[in-house]
Every structure is written in C-alpha cells, then in structure tokens.
C-alpha cells in the first residue's frame, strides 16, 4: 500500500499549491449528501407497519434486477414494490424538483428569499390542478393534473415575476407583498373550485392540498417523471449563468450573456418543476427556501454546485421527512406539507429577520 | 461533484471553440458615435452627440451632474438604447451584435457595484473572465485573474465574500473584474467615485497602462484634475451636448468650464508638469 502511494510522488512533478480549503467541500457535500440519500431510501423502503430488514431490500432489488438476490414473500414483495419504492421515487422527485427550483428562483430574482411556495408559484400551480380534479378534466390522460399545474404555475410565475420587479431588481418586499396577494388569488380560486367539487373530488382535493406522498403509485411516478427529469436535465446548463446574473442585469448582459433568454428559459423550467412537485404531492413549502439557503452557507452562493446541490438535499430532506410523517406517529400518518412547514417557518422567519438586518430595514 | 461539474463544463462548451475577434490595430477607430441622440421619458438627454476613441488613447467624459456623461457611456455599452444615430465599435454597429460578440470587445463598469449573492471576490473577478470560457484564451484564465487583482490591490482579500468589502474595495474588485474582461474597449463609469487618493491614482494609472498595451479607454471622472493629468482627450458634456472636445490644454480653460459648471475657476499650469490645474475661485 505504501509503495504504491509513494511511487507516483518520487515521479510526478510537485503539484501547485492550491490553499484553498473550499474547494473541496462542494465534492465532500456531494458524497455525504448521496450516502444520506442512499441510506435513507433503503430505510424508507424497509421501515414501517409492515418491517422489511436491510438485507431482504437489498436481495429483492439484486433478484428484480437479476443480480442474484432473492425474493420475497408474496405480501413483502407486494408491500415493497407497490406501496414503499414508489413512495420512495416520488419522494426523490418531488424533493430534487422542489430543492432545484428553489435555487434556480432565488438566482433568477436574485434574492435569497425566493422559493415557490412563498411567492405563490405552488399555490398557483395547486389551482390548476384542483381546476382539473373539479372540472373532471382528462385530456391527456395520467398527465392531465400535470399539465394543468404546469400551465397555471407558469402563468403565476410570470405574473409574479413581472409584478414584483422594478429598475432591474427585485425587492424583497415587493416579492413578498406580491407572494402574497398571489398566495390569496390561487387560494380563492381553489376555494371556488373545492364549492364547486363533488364530494369524491373534495376528499381527493384535501388530501392532496395537505401535501403527501402517501397515495404514492407507479403511474403517479410516471406522470412526473418527464416534467422533473427534463427540468432537472436543463437546469445544471444555466448554473455559470446564474452567477454572472449575481451581479446584476446590466453587468451579466455586458459579460455575453442573454438575460432576457436566460430569464425565460429558467421561469419555463421552475414551472415544470414545481408543476412536477404540486401535481403528486400537493402543496409542499419550505424546502425550496431551507436546501439551497443551507448548501449556499456551506459551500458559497456558486451555482455550479449549488443547482445540482440542492436537488440532491432537496430530495435528502423530503425523503427524510416522509420517512418521519409515515412513523412518528404510527399508525397514523402526518401530511408532509404539514411537517415540512412546521420546521420550514421558523427558519423563514429568522431568514427575513437576518435579511433586514443586513440590508439596515426594508427597501 | 467534480464529475458533475466536468460533465456540465462539456455539455455546455459543446458548440465548440468560437472564432475571437481580433484586436484593433493601433490608432484605429475602435468606437464611434454620430449623432446620437437618447430619450429619456421624453426628454432628450443627449442630442447630436458625436465621438470617437481610438485605440492607445484615454478619452475623460466630464461634465456638471445630469450633463448625460453616463447616458453617453451607456449608450457607448449598449445598454441606452440610440433615439436616433449609431454606435459602431469594431466597425459595425452595436445593435448588430449578439451580447456574447460585445463580450469580448469592451468591458463595462457600472457606476455601483452590486451583487446579490455573497460571492467571494476571487469568483467576482473570475466572472469577468465568462466571455473566453470555451475559447483557445481560457487557458489564461487563471494568470489574468491573478495579474487583475494584483493591479487594482485586492489580492489581499481574494477569499473575503463580496459583501464583507467596504465600498472602495468593492470598486477595486468590480474594476478588477472588468479588467480581467481583457476587452479592447474599456468603459468606466465614475471608477474613482468611491475611492481614496492613492487609489484614485492607481486606477488611473491603470487605465494608462491599459491604452498603452493597446486598449480605448471611455472613464467617466468628476475630477478635473485626474481628466488633465491623465486623458489624452477630454469631452465636456453639457445638457445632453459635447460642449467641447480636445486634448486638456485646450479644453480645460478658465470660459468654458466657468460657463459649463457655473462655477467661476482659475486653471493655472502645474508647476512641474505643465498639465492645467483646475481651481474653484473662492471668496474668503
């Protein structure tokens, strides 16, 4: 072991010096985070009413994928691959999507306190999907609720976008009191559509406006899929972008890059994530806010890791706090969107309290 | 993470290394305004205003407050849009170029500079290399960085976040970025604004040193005396029109600037170089 390690130092040149202790926790953060998710998969698979030990998730997924392993009993098989996987790759989708399109928001507005549930993309979003539900509306089959959250949620973005912006920045209150008023529009609209609902569609409605993953099928996996994977796939390409817009409008177009072009490509693709995330799980605040906010205080504001960063933590977070909805308290089962911001405001709320301190009062 | 990010780098770069323009011979017109002339809510802020810089040489724009010596410089970018009249640099209009081809003939520096995120101020400099990333010059990325911040003094704070900076540091930083920009053009909105004396010097120096390598320079300056001392010609702005335009010695006189900033002076020749010195009169 020794001689092997020793012998490329005798030969190669001495590497230059590169102090710089940050560079590496993007690659640490990553690492951790994908363990984190790895672990908490295979626990979110194996745990709750019905217990799947470790070894028997790892040997059904080894025999499905026939790598050996073994099967399970027909219930355990069917618990595993009905009911708990499906759970876990929604959770990982709706948390990446919620995580990323945090990140992308607060770049694009340029202001960390951007995130979809609070600006009222996601409720926008919600209105399109309950106008589906309540209007019976089936065009496009599977993909309908999608399609009517993503056509709502980017409606909402675009209203927002342009009412919260003034001179080329956005303000922090602006963007609130927009949030705001947009947060009550969509919940009146839902309102007027939950009047209108059958009572089969109201239950449907509730359950899902509460935020959970717990109706979690295949289908449902799959009419998410394409919206997320395509955002997830499109946003990594604008992270060096995004930085440059850090400095503002005039300064980023001065260094080559298309704002205008930039804009819309990221408002088309935060609606497509949060429309991913809203059509299955419902209103789900806070991540978008809480991941991208962590990850920028532990690896800086660059978006290169940032983007890509926070779908992984957003996807860490979900899952864990599905995992704990589904078994604190047992047999019961907490609604996520509920447990999500339960932890989520308070850290909104010292997030807008450090905002004005450092900007010495609101703008 | 470094996998991701090289991916990314590769998908991004894919559409293969772009053709660069090449630099301006020496003495050639580099930028060129005729007959600009740019509305603002109505009003003419500039009107019939025609200029030109050459490489090698450092143009002053100076002028009272609300002259439009920053309109100008703006529209000199491409950011104020021309009522009429045009901008040409490298000799084709402004408005027929794509932002990524202006990208690497001028750099801009804004009169304030801000950043939303707090970057530390290595990456704010590194941002002004974007405009090379995917060309044969990014290798150089790296040495012009480093060569930026050590002429505008900020190396000693590479790793500080930007918004830790006081505001004459941040100057230095948003100049070194531009710097690192290696355009030919180089537009400066009020660079010294912010900045003490010494560093007031530096930064004109700097761009000395710049049009001697080859670049224009367009500073916008308050400071009559930094326009003597240091522009090869200076432009004196007043109510949206050139009021008049040439080397120091013979703009800066005791009439026009009397009557352009309504401000009484006497301009007397520096004892020892000669360059006019600029003094309010002031009654004891």
């Known amino acids: 072991m020794t001689a092997t390690t020793e012998a490329p130092e005798a030969t190669a040149p001495p590497e230059p010096e590169r102090p710089k202790p940050g560079r590496s926790t993007p690659f640490l953060l990553t690492v951790v985070l994908l363990a984190a998710l790895v672990l908490l998969a295979l626990l979110s698979a194996g745990l709750g009413a019905y217990h799947i030990a470790l070894g028997d998730v790892l040997g059904s997924v080894r025999h499905r994928a026939g790598l050996g392993g073994h099967g399970l009993d027909r219930v355990g098989e069917s618990v595993l691959w009905n009911v708990r996987l499906p759970r876990v790759a929604l959770a990982l989708l709706v948390g990446a999507s919620l995580g990323c399109a945090g990140a992308l928001m607060q770049g694009v507005f340029g202001n960390p306190l951007a995130e979809p549930g609070v600006i009222g993309i996601s409720a926008g979003a919600a209105a399109g999907a309950v106008g589906s539900i309540t209007l019976g509306l089936s065009f496009f089959g599977n993909w309908t609720i999608t399609f009517c959250a993503f056509t709502a949620g980017l409606a909402t973005v675009l209203v927002v976008y342009a009412m919260s912006r003034s001179g080329g920045r956005t303000e922090v209150v602006a963007l609130i009191l927009t949030g705001i008023a947009v947060n009550a529009f969509a919940g009146a609209l839902i309102g007027l559509f939950i009047f209108f609902a059958d009572n089969a569609q109201i239950s449907q409605i509730t359950f899902w406006q509460l935020g959970s993953l717990a109706q979690a099928t295949w289908p449902k996996v799959l009419a998410v899929l394409p919206c997320a994977v395509a955002g997830l796939a499109v946003a990594p390409l604008y992270a060096r972008r995004l930085d440059l817009l850090a400095l503002g409008e005039r300064p980023a177009r001065h260094l080559g890059v298309d704002v205008e072009r930039l804009r819309m490509v990221l408002v088309l693709v935060v609606a497509l994530l949060t429309a991913a995330a809203v059509a299955v799980a419902g209103i789900i605040t806070f991540v978008g806010l809480l991941v991208p906010h962590l990850l920028r205080m532990a690896a800086g504001p660059g978006h290169r890791f940032l983007v890509p960063g926070s779908a992984i933590g957003g996807a860490v977070v979900l899952m864990a706090g599905d995992l704990a909805a589904r078994t604190v308290a047992a047999p019961a089962e907490l609604p996520l969107g509920v447990l999500t911001a339960l932890f989520g405001s308070p850290f909104f709320f010292w997030l807008l309290r450090r905002t004005r301190r450092t900007q010495g009062g609101w703008a | ?284």
């Open chain 2, 1 to 284: 993470m470094n996998v991701l990010t090289s991916l990314f780098s590769v998908l991004s770069s894919a559409r293969g290394p772009r053709e660069l323009p090449t630099p301006p011979a020496p003495g050639q017109v580099a930028l060129e305004a005729s007959e600009l002339r740019v509305t603002l809510g109505g009003r003419a802020v500039l009107d019939g205003v025609g200029i030109q810089v050459r490489t090698g040489e450092v143009v002053a724009l100076v002028g009272p407050n609300g002259a439009g010596k920053s309109t100008l410089l703006a529209a000199l970018a491409g950011d104020a849009a021309a009522a009429s009249g045009t901008v040409r640099i490298d000799e084709r209009p402004l408005a027929d170029r794509p932002a990524s081809e202006l990208a690497l003939r001028r750099a801009v520096l804004p009169q304030q500079a801000a950043l939303s995120f707090p970057f530390p101020v290595e990456e704010v400099v590194r941002m002004g290399r974007a405009p090379w990333a995917g060309t044969v010059r990014e290798g150089e990325d790296d040495a012009v960085v480093a060569e930026a911040m050590a002429a505008t003094e900020v190396a000693g704070f590479a790793r500080r976040p930007f918004d830790a900076l006081s505001g004459g540091e941040r100057a230095r930083v948003a100049l070194a970025r531009v710097l690192a920009q290696r355009a030919p053009v180089l537009l400066l909105d009020e660079p010294t604004a912010a900045l003490d004396l010494r560093h007031q010097e530096l930064v004109l120096r700097i761009c000395r040193e710049r049009a001697r390598a080859g670049d224009a320079v367009v500073v916008v300056l308050h400071d009559l005396g930094l326009a003597a001392a240091y522009a090869d010609r200076i432009a004196v702005l007043h109510e949206g029109r050139l009021a008049a335009e040439g080397p120091p010695r013979e703009v800066l006189t005791e009439e026009l600037i009397g009557r352009v900033y309504r401000q009484p002076v006497d301009v007397l020749p520096h004892p020892g170089t000669g360059s006019p010195l600029v003094v309010p009169r002031r009654h004891p």
